[in-house]
């Protein structure tokens, strides 16, 4: 399994970006995704969770409103597309897939907790200048 994640760069708070993972050597449509990320200095954190079937996204408060998952099954890909950036969204970005196929959760919890995931992309850096 493969994830590789890219779209990252340096932008002027009040921007956006749109970051986009591909996944290879799985059935990339049965898996969750998630995105995470880590700034300097801090733990990795959860961003935004999306189904399987793009049936149900999860965002942190911290994004809600301003970030968009999304997911291209056809394509073995999936975006985050980030709005009004301020530079506390200053981070490495991750990309990573919770590989319980086709998987439902009761709790919204279960989607933002790190250990569900099993494959990770190697990041992308996420520039946000004030």
């Known amino acids: 399994v493969q994830l590789q994640a890219f779209g990252g760069g340096l932008v002027q708070a009040g921007g956006f970006l749109r970051l986009s993972c591909t996944g290879s050597?799985?059935?990339?449509?049965?898996?969750?995704m998630g995105w995470f990320r880590q700034s300097p200095g801090k733990e990795r954190e959860f961003v935004a969770a999306i189904t399987w079937d793009g049936g149900g996204t999860y965002y942190a408060d911290s994004v809600k409103g301003r970030f968009t998952i999304s997911r291209h099954n056809a394509e073995n890909t999936v975006y985050l597309q980030m709005n009004s950036l301020k530079s506390d969204d200053t981070a490495v970005y991750y990309c990573?897939?919770?590989?319980?196929?086709?998987?439902?959760?009761?709790?919204?919890?279960?989607?933002?907790?790190?250990?569900?995931?099993?494959?990770w992309g190697q990041g992308t850096l996420v520039t946000v200048s004030s």
């Open positions: 990573a897939a919770d590989l319980a196929a086709r998987t439902y959760y009761s709790s919204r919890s279960s989607y933002t907790q790190e250990q569900r995931y099993h494959a």
């Open positions: 050597g799985l059935t990339f449509s049965n898996y969750n």
